[in-house]
């Protein structure tokens, strides 16, 4: 039998239903009687006023039960409010212009999908085309196309942060460098794509919806905001099984608040199903960033200051969590470096895509890129060995807790003994000596480093670092990141666990089974855990959901603190029945024992028996019934302070890469031949769920770097509407991965763990810029590095050697 | 999308130019043209079929012919919606003599293809395009080459 | 996405199918293994009145030798003209193509035929056809002809089909059949629609010389682009890298590929020569190897 306590690698309890076909997603749902179809008409333009709609023929398409248009919801909801100033209006649905390709314009619904579809065919839409700008830099200058009059600017928001004193470490340094660095937009790609199902209750003015969102629920009062109706009049309920999310179904809410709409406007309960068409075009997805990066450093590789200006795309629509794309990684800037001095420009720019939110990583890998191919670069300069300019410059082991100069408290860590094991498994040194032969053979091989500070469990705080401090003042103060669960035993003795982390594939019903287990001393098996989560019943909170990996450091602390809760109550109960003071019991085999006289001992099932059966036995104030909940938090989540210090994660763990890679020299393909990386997210609660969820962000980051791109044409057309242009990595294309672990436990944390899965999403498009990079000796400061893109670099490198020979210089 | 080219058609200018002008010529060679109907001056209305093999969209189009400089130069504006997307097209034609019997027809078009068509097509779009507009201009040099033979 | 309405009937016979075809002419449509028909369906590309689904005749399913000619049935699955041992060991420049076509799960369904009827410029089965010098039979409810692989396409996604026409069955001469033979690919990804392929047949005396040859291109044009001057320019030589770039070279220099998401027309013409250099030294190779 494997083993199954916490920390150890139990099989998931889920695989058992998901691998027999039993899983119950948003299709397989059908709640209700009477649910109609809706198929959505979607914007061909990327900016257009929209002059007339007709919509006469549409609702007389047999079948048909209703079509929605903008005025209609405009009607009937208000715009969705946003942590900016900017006083930018977003609705569901397209209400006088069209803003990006695929914005949703009109709704039908029908009995199915097939009639929905053909009615959309039959509405008439007038547009008057508009000037379209998709490029960040173009749509900040004065005279390009704006996309929102009211706001007078396609800049949503714009702030400045100064830490320590930049302009003093420059002058001081001996060297300074510069570069300019893009990102690309691009996105998750989950299997299973968005799905509502929603009704409008005319009786009690309230919606019902079923969605598989997944937090953070921070947006259910956005939802409730712009359809007009206090929270308990909008009930969401997440499906038991939710296939894949990595950030993107948070952009669900939009939809969601139009299917109610919908369905108050037809009169019928209404299901979307969102087609992958309409999902890589018009869903969520990253944000595209231009950075321009300054570091200063000294002869000896030691960086003293970094000034950074990041320039955030965030599509048609500023729309929440935005900007927060921005400043989700604030407090870990620096990343895992001991650079004191940050200067920090963040602008938040609108453009004719589609609207930005939640993705896997959300801001690391954009911020990261910069700063990981700065470090190479850098000793590049200075000839020396990229191994050694990062070894000057991490955190050391006896620094932590570590504030960074931007507030961050990093809890533990030991990023020497991780780089050092990388280095060391990755046979660093050898293959440097490889290269050498490799290079004098002709070949393009080449090695990557990349050192990243993972942060996991966000502060609610940190989205009003898009505030200034005297905006914070004026609102109310945003801190913590409150997460719940309920542990309770029924009076038959068995036991049930709520858990509000809506998982999308982590599995948390496993590792909350786990952790119930060991405290209450059962098999794990014997715990049914639900992860449904009904905003009527379940406890939650605001920061509840799946996101920014905290289940491991919070969603798994409120399980511990719950079945701890049942844990003393049961002990509590057997006291009495034993006889025994509880310092000297013990819970184990579905038993509370006394510890050194196992024979003295009391089952759960009695003592849930009694609990419920025989509630005129318990002591003074012992509640009948066993069914604890408990609400935590981290107490280093505060708001952000008025020098604008913030901690905008609570755990932070630590990831380093090596790459290898080989560039064909006539295609430009790039080939990687190992790929290496080392972890430290603290205690592991389960191995095997953990090795999975960094495979999948490995190769996510390795999409980013080598595939994935949202393309749009100067115009603003949308190019990548299909799986065959927008390139997901397939099983062929991931290389050998090596994956090692240290453990150094947080110690904000009851079981020391920290979150993880982003992780590589965030280091590996720099791992491999950096490879590439080293390979070809082109500056690499663009992705996703395509055959195309990195021939064109070649082929320059190569003309500009030509000029060189030609001219004699040689 | 952007392109050129340039065509022999057979007769003067002032013969050719006439041709072009005719409306029952344009709508047997605009792609798919099920039917022109006159809503103002030089503008149409038209329902198009565009695409290849099976591939095949129905547009609501409007038709401009503009920035006329008889007999030498017009431009031609397609505006297209439908199901598949939308389509704008701008061509811009030119006449000179050859000699007295043909004259030449040089074009310059820039084409935009937006939605759906956009987003699923990219592999082809370009290439489809130019087949599409040069068909267009052979069936008016076959068109204008017959109406020249039924006349004479 | 989700298909507009259609009529559906699933023939018993070659001649029903044909029969539909008659009546149906441009509104009725085949579909076979339906990969590349459902997408366009799914997606309203495409919105036949009738779907006529031949799946169900087996009668177009086989392959043979017959008359010194490899015969394959149109319907036969992708997956079969991959795995039989008739083929590789008749044409085995088919055997080295079809595993690039999509993935294993995909040529399970998808039909020899219908790739061919589908034309795809970048498609493998196409232009190694044209490659091997093939014919198609056609047929229709009156008529039947063949028809040469280089008459057959005439631009994106279109052949010398008649609506009423079903392409029945494809013949691979097989006397003559050269012994070097090389077929490559270049994709973004395993699987992938390709950007660049390119298909080469070759024949050497036994001194190295360069006999015979043909040479198509996939990708770089709206139809399978036969480029033999590629390696007919080398008849009488034996193959040295600076002749076969030479060759090659002057054999695309009039080529003009579109530009697309994927690669830019200057990166594709390059690749272009790239891959015919590689399919001509591999062919070269294995037929100094069989001779």
Known sequence: MVDHG??????????VRLLQGQGQFMDDLNPLPNIHHVAILRSPYPHARIKAIRTDKAALVPGVKGVITGSMVASLSRPFPVGVTAPVKYYSLAVDKVRFVGEPVAVVVAKNRYIAEDALEKIEVEYEPLPAVVDIERAMEEDAPLLHEEVGSNIANQRTFHYGDVEKAFQEADY????????????????????????????????????????????????????????????????????????????????????????????????????????????????DR????????????????????????????????????????????????????????AYAVMTNKCPTGLIRGYGGQEHYFPIERTMQMIAEKLGMDPAEVIRKNLIRADEFPYKTPSGGIYDSGDYHKAFELLLQVGKYHELREYQKKAKADGKLFGIGLACIVEPSGSNMGYITMALTPEERAKSLPKSGCAEAATVMIDPSGSISVRISTTPSGQGHETVAAQIVGEVLGVNPRDVQVVAELDTLTSPWSVASGSYSSRF??????????????????????????????EEDLDLSQGKVVVKGNPEKSVSIKRLAGLSHW????????????????????????????????????????????????????????????????????????????????????????????????????????????????????????????????????????????????????????????????????????????????????????????????????? | ?????????????????????????????????????????????????????????????????????PPYHYKLLVNGEGGPGFVNAEGVIDLTPINDECTQLTYTYSAEVGGKVAAIGQRMLGGVAKLLISDFFKKIQKEIAKSKQEAS | MKPPLFDYYKPETVDQALELLQEYGINGKIIAGGQSMMPILNMRLSTPELLIDISGLQELS??????????????????????????????????????????????????????????????????????????????????????????????????????????????????????????????????????????????????????????????????????????????????????????????????????????????????????AMKAIRTAYQRAQNRE
């Open chain 1, 6 to 15: 916490i920390g150890k690698p139990m099989y998931r309890l889920e695989d």
């Open chain 1, 176 to 287: 300074t460098i510069s570069h300019k660095f893009l990102f690309p937009k691009y996105s998750a790609t989950p299997m299973e794509t968005y799905g509502v199902i929603a009704n409008y209750e005319k009786s009690t003015n309230s919606y019902t919806v079923w969605a598989n969102f997944h937090g953070p629920f921070t947006l259910h009062s956005v939802m409730a905001a712009a359809l007009q109706v206090p929270g308990n009049k909008l009930r969401i309920i997440t499906p038991k099984d939710n296939g894949g999310s990595y950030g993107i179904k948070a952009g669900i809410y939009p939809y969601v608040v139009l299917m109610a709409i919908a369905s108050r406007v037809a009169g019928v309960p209404v299901k979307w199903i969102e087609d992958r068409q309409e999902h890589l075009a018009a869903s969520s997805s990253g944000t």
């Open chain 1, 290 to 345: 231009v950075t321009y990066i300054e570091a200063a450093f000294n002869k000896d590789g030691t960086v003293t200051a970094l000034k950074m200006k990041m320039i955030d795309n965030v599509g048609g629509y500023i729309r929440a969590p935005e900007p927060a794309c921005l400043y989700r990684n604030h407090s870990n800037a620096v990343g895992p470096y001991r650079i004191r001095n940050l200067y920090m420009e």
């Open chain 1, 552 to 581: 491991a450091p919070i969603g798994s602390s409120a399980i511990y603190q719950a079945a701890q809760k049942v844990r003393q109550k049961l002990l509590k109960i057997a006291s009495g029945i034993l006889s025994t003071s």
């Open chain 1, 614 to 810: 025989h509630p005129q036995g318990l002591s003074e104030g012992v509640e009948p019934g066993i069914f604890e909940t408990a609400y935590y938090t981290v107490h280093t989540a505060n708001p952000p302070d008025k020098n604008e210090f913030v901690n905008s994660s609570v755990t932070y763990g630590f990831v380093a890469d090596l790459v290898a890679v080989e560039v064909d020299p006539d295609t430009g393909e790039v080939k990687i031949l190992d790929y290496y990386t080392v972890h430290d997210a603290g205690k592991l609660l389960n191995p095997l769920i953990v090795d999975g969820q960094i495979y999948g962000g490995l190769v996510h980051g390795l999409g980013g770097a080598l595939y994935e791109e949202l393309s749009y044409d100067k115009n603003g057309q949308f190019l990548a509407g299909t799986f065959m242009d927008y390139l997901c990595p397939t099983a062929t294309e991931i290389p050998p991965i090596h994956i090692h672990h240290i453990e150094t436990p947080s110690p904000f944390t009851p079981l020391g763990a920290k979150g993880l899965g982003e992780g590589n999403c965030m280091s590996t498009p720099a791992a491999i810029a950096n490879a590439v990079a080293d390979a070809t000796d082109c500056i690499i400061d663009n992705l996703p590095l395509s055959p195309n893109r990195v021939w064109n670099l070649l082929q320059k490198k190569r003309q500009e050697q030509e000029k060189v020979y030609i001219r004699g210089d040689h």
């Open chain 2, 1 to 69: 999308m952007n392109g050129n080219g340039s065509i022999e058609l057979k007769g003067t200018v002032e013969e050719v130019w006439s041709k072009l002008m005719d409306p029952s010529i344009l709508s047997k060679c605009i792609m798919g043209c099920k039917s022109l109907e006159l809503i103002g001056e030089d503008k149409y209305k038209a329902d198009l079929q565009i695409g290849i093999a099976a591939v095949k969209g129905k547009y609501d189009a409007i038709i401009e012919v503009t920035d006329i400089k």
């Open chain 3, 62 to 275: 086989y392959i043979r030798v017959e008359d010194g000619f490899l015969k394959i049935g149109a319907l036969t699955r992708q997956r079969d003209v991959e795995l039989s041992p008739l083929v590789r060991e008749a044409c085995p420049l088919l055997s080295e193509a079809i595993p690039y076509i999509g993935h294993m799960q995909t040529r399970n369904r998808g039909t020899f035929g219908g790739s061919l009827a589908h034309a795809d410029p970048t498609a493998e089965i196409p232009m190694t056809l044209l490659a091997l010098d093939a014919q198609a039979v056609i047929r229709s409810a009156s008529d039947q002809r063949l028809v040469k692989m280089e008459d057959f396409f005439l631009t994106y996604l279109t052949t010398d089909l008649m609506p009423e026409e079903m392409l029945t069955e494809v013949q691979i001469p097989l006397n003559e059949m050269p012994k070097g033979y090389a077929f490559t690919e270049f994709s973004r990804r395993h699987g992938d629609f390709a950007l660049v392929a390119a298909a080469c047949l070759l024949d050497v005396d036994k001194d190295g010389h360069i006999t015979s040859g043909r040479l198509v291109l996939g990708g770089v044009d709206s139809v399978p682009l036969a480029v033999h001057e590629a390696v007919e320019a080398m008849i009488g030589s034996v193959l040295t890298e600076e002749l076969l770039e030479h060759s090659v070279e002057e054999a695309i220099r009039f080529l003009e590929p579109e530009s697309d998401l994927h690669a830019s027309s200057e990166f594709r013409k390059h690749l272009a020569k790239v891959f």
